[in-house]
């Protein structure tokens, strides 16, 4: 038996959760002291409310008294904690979603049982939660037991930069209380998710300023935080995490859409070289008002292939967007795919893109041209500059690294797309090249984005519908669009 001076690692852990549960006590009895809510909390339900939609469902880890869990106006929200003081302070603020007391966070878990088959979410939250647990890595394996494939793991936790000021500002009563025994960096963090099975896509430094300051406040919290060297005095570093990837459950469709303006004489090539791929192909090819005869050649040509599923449509608007979305509409398959009429991507490559889908690796595939030496023609040199200063811009708006913002092959499933079409409003209708509306989509919806290679060819026919001025800056007004609506928020 276990002597008092040398208590066993169960009884010491028991011990911590009975401080934890004190410390969670008399941070709500604050909080009810409070004539109004905690400024650092309101911001973190602004962060929180960017990076969870309305009507998902969502489990929150330290819920409290469950104004963030409200915030976010779940279609079906729980959220548990060990204070059962604040679960019954939750319950009568929020009757509409449900709210459980809990005994250790480290054996959440159990807490599945309770649940049956409405046991996982689209979101797991661990706001500020960390800091306090006694074993962080238990706590990543147990909610495991909440997550479906396309859960995502949404975590916040406070900078050891601010290990030292925060201890003070509760010593002046200016901060909270709380136990603060885990003061882990965002390598220690991501390392024991991918111990336990996640990937850890998206890293965000949030929160500046804590405090009311009028001006200042949104000016440090919304812009200098998230520049060099502001960022790393950042009080709370926020993450987005997925499980690990798995194949999918069952062969897959797949939608081809071709959209072809000017491009007669790459129609026969078109077909004879899409490959059957996955449960089957369909190829979609939107014909965008050539002033050449393409329209003709297709009509002609499609019926010298009675054994492909090929649809044709004619474009109802201008640009390439237009093409996109007038295609996907149209589209059966349970993954979407683009490829540009010209053929400077290699119609092969794409088994590439569904393999790449079809494993769960990548949910938003991209296609890159910067990779391998390409053909002397297929890019000039300012175009690639170009290309290059695109992707370093928007890697840094959208949080996840993307070489090539400007490939034409870009690959998502249905259910996804239909997902982004859902939220495009958010953006509006502002991209006539229809790459960056599914771009800032996928990072809008915190999709896990993957760079493919591939071979840039040379055009072997007509001329090219890009204009390199005009276009260049169409983009950089897409840009500063991106960087006010996905990276000052």
């Known amino acids: 038996m276990a002597s008092i001076e040398n208590p066993s690692p169960?009884?010491?852990?028991?011990?911590?959760?009975?401080?934890?549960?004190?410390?969670?006590?008399?941070?709500?009895?604050?909080?009810?002291n409070a004539s109004r809510p905690n400024y650092y909390h309101r911001e973190l339900e602004r962060l929180y409310g960017f990076l969870v939609p309305p009507n998902a469902s969502v489990l929150e880890v330290g819920c409290g008294g469950g104004s963030l869990l409200a915030s976010l106006k779940p279609s079906r929200g729980v959220g548990v904690d060990i204070d059962a003081g604040a679960v019954e302070l939750a319950r009568r603020r929020h009757p509409s979603l449900r709210f459980e007391a809990i005994e250790s966070y480290e054996r959440l878990d159990a807490f599945a049982e309770r649940l049956g088959h409405e046991s996982t979410f689209d979101f797991v939250l661990l706001p500020d939660v960390l800091v306090d647990l006694w074993d962080v890595q238990a706590v990543f394996r147990a909610i495991r037991r909440f997550c479906h494939r396309d859960t995502r793991v949404v975590i916040n936790s406070y900078s050891r930069m601010w290990q030292l000021p925060l201890a003070a500002a509760r010593k002046l009563r200016l901060a909270r209380p709380r136990l603060g025994r885990s003061w882990l960096d965002p390598n220690d963090i991501r390392n024991l998710l991918e111990l336990e099975g996640f990937e850890c896509f998206r890293r965000m430094n949030e929160i500046l300023c804590p405090f009311p300051v009028p001006i200042v406040e949104q000016a440090m919290n919304r812009f200098l935080v998230k520049l060099w060297p502001f960022r790393w005095f950042s009080?709370?570093?926020?993450?987005?995490?997925?499980?690990?990837?798995?194949?999918?459950?069952?062969?897959?469709?797949?939608?081809?859409?071709?959209?072809?303006?000017?491009?007669?004489?790459?129609?026969?090539?078109?077909?004879?070289?899409?490959?059957?791929?996955?449960?089957?192909?369909?190829?979609?090819?939107?014909?965008?008002?050539?002033?050449?005869?393409?329209?003709q050649t297709l009509v002609r040509t499609i019926p010298e292939f009675p054994s492909r599923r090929i649809k044709l449509l004619k474009q109802p608007g201008k640009g390439k967007g237009d093409a996109v979305r007038c295609g996907y509409a149209a589209a059966t398959g349970d993954v979407l795919m683009i490829l540009d009429a010209d053929l400077t991507v290699p119609a092969q490559d794409l088994r590439r893109f569904h393999d790449a889908i079809a494993s769960g690796r990548g949910e938003f595939v991209n296609g890159v041209r910067l990779v391998y030496p390409m053909q002397d023609e297929a890019m000039r040199f300012l175009n690639l500059v170009a290309n290059k200063f695109f992707a370093l811009s928007f890697s840094w708006v959208l949080g996840q690294p993307i070489k090539d913002t400007l490939c034409g092959t870009k690959v998502l499933t249905r259910r996804n797309y239909d997902r982004l079409a859902a939220n495009r409003s958010y953006f509006g209708e502002f991209d006539p090249f229809g790459d960056f509306d599914l771009i800032f989509g996928a990072a809008k919806l915190n999709l896990r984005i993957v760079d493919l290679p591939i071979r840039y060819q040379n055009r072997v026919y007509g001329t090219t519908n890009i204009s390199r001025w005009r276009h260049g800056v169409l983009l950089l007004r897409m840009l500063l669009l991106a960087t006010r609506r996905l990276k000052f928020v």
């Open 10 to 32: 169960q009884e010491q852990q028991r011990a911590y959760e009975e401080e934890l549960r004190r410390v969670s006590a008399e941070r709500r009895l604050a909080r009810a």
């Open 235 to 295: 009080l709370t570093n926020l993450f987005v995490a997925r499980p690990m990837p798995e194949p999918m459950p069952k062969p897959l469709t797949v939608s081809v859409v071709v959209p072809a303006r000017n491009e007669a004489g790459n129609i026969r090539r078109i077909i004879e070289e899409i490959p059957e791929m996955g449960a089957g192909t369909e190829i979609i090819f939107v014909e965008g008002n050539s002033t050449d005869d393409t329209w």
